[in-house]
């Protein structure tokens, strides 16, 4: 870490905005009580900038989740340097980098290195240059690449345009530069931050345990519905980050509401079959380490049963799986022996869920 060169720049930004939050807070709040208005519009611009990271620099340009019409793309955009988090070139190439590498030293954030460092201490350090290789499907975009070449008009221009604007609307001006812009810019940064940090180490571990990426309901109500970071960092293209319907993903259901508009097309989504194989194929991995490592005298007959318990469940979804694929290519007389197959496969699981039950009361697990 000491062998490389401090970026004097963000350094000075980052915790000279946090300097000057620390002394000018205060003495407003002692000379003054912030508006409803005021707050409103704070955690309103937090939110609409926050989805535009989530949304847009991510699940869009970073992952390629769906694609999004050009006047969507240039509003995610502008939110998105209100956010203040780098163009998305910039971003995305770090992102990119993190997924290809996660937790090793290629890592631009890994947690590895320390939970301070994913969360804000990396971004002290010089990056290397952005790779042409690594974002060239997003250089072909000329709003792209206008908003990493003027990447700080872009970021001041938007924010002294959104405090301006709540100023005027609130005949607060003084409020509005405090709140609606630093205030603000501290509660988004470090919310999005905890993306890197957080939603790297405290959680559960479902779908893979070969990343450091954990789920965490609590998270995702700080990240603007990321912290089902385990599954994203298993199933990275899904455009939805939590996938049952109760799970906070606004990303999720702005990205789904743009659909429906018209606005957004190409979602992809990772099919049912294949997320319960592969959570199926984690747990199996993750138990039978653990039953191999403890000295129960029948860890051999324990590992056995859900060998065999898993293999067959597995075998049985990817036939489930075939039969879906050639039922969608035409094959409408299947529909019978899918439903048949479908009930089997109920059965199939509940014996899974009764095997790992009887492990589990010899040998504690924890996912």
């Not at 890197?196 to 450091?212: I, M, P, V, W």
Request: glycine share 6%; with cysteine; aromatic share 14%.
């Amino acid at each position: 870490m000491s062998s490389r060169k401090i970026c004097w720049p963000v350094l000075l930004y980052l915790l000279g905005y946090h300097a000057f939050l620390a002394v000018a807070l205060p003495i407003y709040l002692i000379n003054h009580s912030p508006s409803w208005g005021i707050i409103g519009w704070t955690l309103g611009l937090t939110f609409i900038s926050g989805l535009a990271i989530t949304a847009g620099y991510h699940r869009l340009f970073s992952h390629s989740a769906y694609k999004a019409h050009p006047i969507v793309e240039a509003v995610l955009v502008f939110f998105g340097s209100l956010a203040t988090q780098g163009s998305v070139l910039r971003w995305a190439n770090d992102h990119r980098l993190h997924h290809a590498f996660v937790d090793t030293d290629k890592d631009p954030y890994s947690v590895k290195k320390g939970l301070f460092h994913a969360h804000m201490l990396w971004m002290f350090f010089r990056s290397d240059a952005i790779d042409p290789k690594v974002v060239a499907d997003l250089k072909r975009s000329k709003l792209l690449v206008f908003q990493d070449k003027h990447y700080v008009f872009c970021m001041l221009s938007s924010n002294i345009l959104a405090f301006l604007f709540a100023g005027w609307w609130l005949g607060d001006y003084l409020g509005a530069f405090l709140f609606v812009w630093w205030v603000r810019m501290f509660l988004l940064h470090h919310t999005t931050w905890c993306i890197n940090s957080l939603a790297h180490y405290c959680g559960t571990q479902f779908y893979s345990k070969e990343h450091s990426a954990v789920d965490n309901y609590l998270i995702s109500l700080l990240t603007y519905g990321e912290g089902y970071h385990n599954y994203h960092h298993t199933f990275a293209q899904d455009y939805r980050n939590g996938i049952n319907w109760y799970h906070f993903d606004p990303a999720k259901w702005l990205i789904w509401t743009l659909h429906k508009l018209g606005l957004a097309t190409g979602l992809k989504r990772v099919n049912n079959e294949r997320i319960v194989r592969q959570m199926l194929l984690s747990h199996r991995d993750h138990i039978l380490s653990k039953v191999k490592a403890s000295f129960h005298a029948q860890k051999d007959l324990l590992a056995e049963k859900i060998d065999r318990v898993s293999e067959h469940l597995s075998a049985r979804l990817a036939q489930y799986h075939e039969l879906l694929g050639q039922y969608h290519k035409g094959k409408k007389e299947l529909m019978q022996e899918i439903r048949l197959m479908k009930k089997t496969l109920k059965t199939d699981w509940k014996e899974w869920k009764s095997a790992v039950k009887f492990v589990s009361k010899a040998i504690p697990l924890k996912f």
